[in-house]
């Protein structure tokens, strides 16, 4: 009677041993699957961004259903002189108008520190919009400026877009 419930114990053990395994290897599997649908960054010339200079990203979207987020992506090093990035950016649709809008990067606190990681080039993601359903399916082209007031702006090294598909 006793080895039966010796026996009975450690596959008991064996098997929630498994089932624990499997449980971690799912959880592993569905934390790390990446939603990117887009990202793409672009070169500023010269590390000096000048006021005439716009950068594009054109993307395709197929899918009208599903939920995106759309993340402007600055990479700036310690010699932007200032703490925030004013970014005019303009959309462009399949068919209809031209969409403008203009958005605030905070790039570094109140004491200077630079919010995005890094260590001598940060980077750092802006929400240009979340939960973003595309009203119909084709090609898009997001443009960037910047709106800031320098003929030429040193430090922004780079400019990206990234594009995830929601759950």
């Known amino acids: 009677m006793r080895s039966l419930i010796?026996?009975?114990?450690?596959?008991?053990?064996?098997?929630?041993?498994?089932?624990?395994?499997?449980?971690?290897?799912?959880?592993?599997?569905?934390?790390?699957?990446?939603?990117?649908?887009?990202?793409?960054?672009?070169?500023?010339?010269?590390?000096?961004?000048?006021?005439?200079?716009?950068?594009?990203f054109t993307f395709e979207i197929t899918d009208t259903s599903a939920a995106y987020d759309l993340t402007v992506e600055i990479r700036n090093n310690d010699r932007y002189p200032y703490q925030n990035l004013w970014l005019f950016h303009s959309e462009q649709h399949p068919s209809g108008p031209l969409v403008r809008d203009t958005t605030e990067c905070l790039l570094a606190d109140d004491y200077g520190r630079w919010l995005g990681t890094g260590i001598s080039l940060f980077q750092s993601s802006h929400t240009l919009r979340s939960s973003y359903h595309f009203k119909e399916a084709g090609s898009y082209t997001l443009a960037f400026r910047q709106g800031m007031r320098n003929e030429a702006l040193p430090g922004i090294q780079q400019i990206g877009l990234r594009i995830t598909q929601r759950p």
């Not at 971690?24 to 939603?35: A, K, V």
């Open 6 to 56: 010796v026996r009975r114990n450690l596959m008991h053990n064996r098997l929630s041993g498994v089932v624990i395994r499997l449980c971690c290897l799912w959880l592993l599997c569905t934390s790390c699957t990446d939603r990117t649908y887009y990202e793409q960054y672009q070169t500023i010339d010269n590390k000096c961004w000048a006021k005439d200079a716009e950068y594009y």
